[in-house]
């Protein structure tokens, strides 16, 4: 199914249609402030393991990220981070960034890394912050399997690739080119592992 839902201000309804096809299990493909992401509640153990099908890994060793609508979930999924840790987060979130944290014991076995690590991600888009409040809890976030741009930036292309192994595409406008910037803080000294969108300057 393609749903188009509005960039600035989403339709209530529909932003509710989506929560509730994830808390069914359901699989959907959302915008970010970067790239188009394939997504399902993290709590859908299922649901993950479709989605790791879908991109032909392990779901043991795959490294998801998922989704939070703010900084209020940071204590649920992660350890307790430091004063400075907290604050950088705050600068630069939300925003095009994925930060990887210790995971909390509350964090789905199969969404942590072999590390107990997760990546977190708080996207500047209000058609995916909105849904995450609609579910009440984060999302799953993962980039879409694709060799031209058009196939993870148009959702009209990107819907008629993948209708039949997902169950809601959301057209929310054009998607970026560039992935989130990925920044490993368990470590003493952080450490840009991926270089995307986000422009890092610690």
């Known amino acids: 199914m393609l749903i188009q839902i509005h960039p600035i201000d989403p339709q209530p309804r529909l932003v509710k249609q989506v929560a509730e096809c994830l808390q069914d299990g359901g699989i959907i493909i959302y915008p970010t402030d970067t790239i188009y992401g394939l997504g399902c509640d993290i709590f859908q153990h299922k649901a993950v393991e479709r989605i790791a099908r879908i991109k032909n890994i392990n779901p043991a060793k795959a490294q998801f990220s998922f989704i939070c609508r703010d900084l209020s979930h940071l204590s649920d999924y992660t350890k ?50 909105d849904i995450i409040q609609a579910l009440d809890h984060p999302i799953l976030s993962t980039t879409l399997p694709g060799e031209t741009v058009e196939e993870y930036t148009d959702p009209e292309v990107i819907y008629e690739k993948f209708n039949a192994q997902v169950d809601i595409v959301i057209d929310g406008g054009p998607g970026g080119i560039h992935p989130s910037t990925v920044i490993d803080c368990t470590k003493d000294e952080y450490e840009v592992i991926r270089q995307g969108l986000g422009e890092w300057n610690e």
């Open 80 to 129: 307790p981070v430091n004063t400075p840790l907290y604050r950088i987060l705050k600068q630069y979130l939300p925003g095009p960034f994925t930060f990887i944290l210790p995971a909390s014991r509350q964090v789905p076995k199969i969404l942590q890394s072999k590390k107990s690590t997760i990546g977190l991600r708080i996207p500047n888009n209000k058609i995916c912050l």
